[in-house]
Nanobody, 120 residues
Framework: QVPLQESGPGLVKPSQTLSLTCTVS??????????WSWIRQPPGKGLEWIGR???????YYSPSLKSRTSISRDTSKNHITLQLSSVTPEDTAVYYC????????????WGQGTQVTVSS
């Protein structure tokens, strides 16, 4: 088992930067092969992939969010961090972190998700 836990503020004001942390237990984020992703689900809509960071530290972002997104890691704390700048109410969603297993081509572990609302 690899428990993942998202944390961060539940309310963010428009134009501010949303910052979330994913704490990974039961396994190192630098373990060879795995990708650590952020995914969100706006109310009434499907899942939207935001971006990911590989075990090596390289990142890749959704083209639609790339200009506002930064994913980083703290290997000493085994954390993955998401920053999304210049947020609008359209960024309101449940945000998930998940581990992608490329060999099996599946997201095999998910956090429970954290609700983020963008409102003044």
């Amino acid at each position: 088992q690899v428990p993942l836990q998202e944390s961060g503020p539940g309310l963010v004001k428009p134009s501010q930067t949303l910052s979330l942390t994913c704490t990974v237990s039961g396994g190192s984020i630098t373990t060879n092969s795995y990708y650590w992703s952020w995914i969100r689900q706006p109310p009434g809509k499907g899942l939207e992939w935001i971006g990911r960071i590989r075990y090596s530290g390289s990142t890749y972002y959704s083209p639609s969010l790339k200009s506002r997104t930064s994913i980083s890691r703290d290997t000493s704390k085994n954390h993955i961090t998401l920053q999304l700048s210049s947020v609008t109410p359209e960024d309101t969603a449940v945000y998930y972190c998940a581990r992608y297993h490329p060999g099996r081509a599946v997201y095999d572990y998910w956090g429970q998700g954290t609700q983020v609302t963008v409102s003044s």
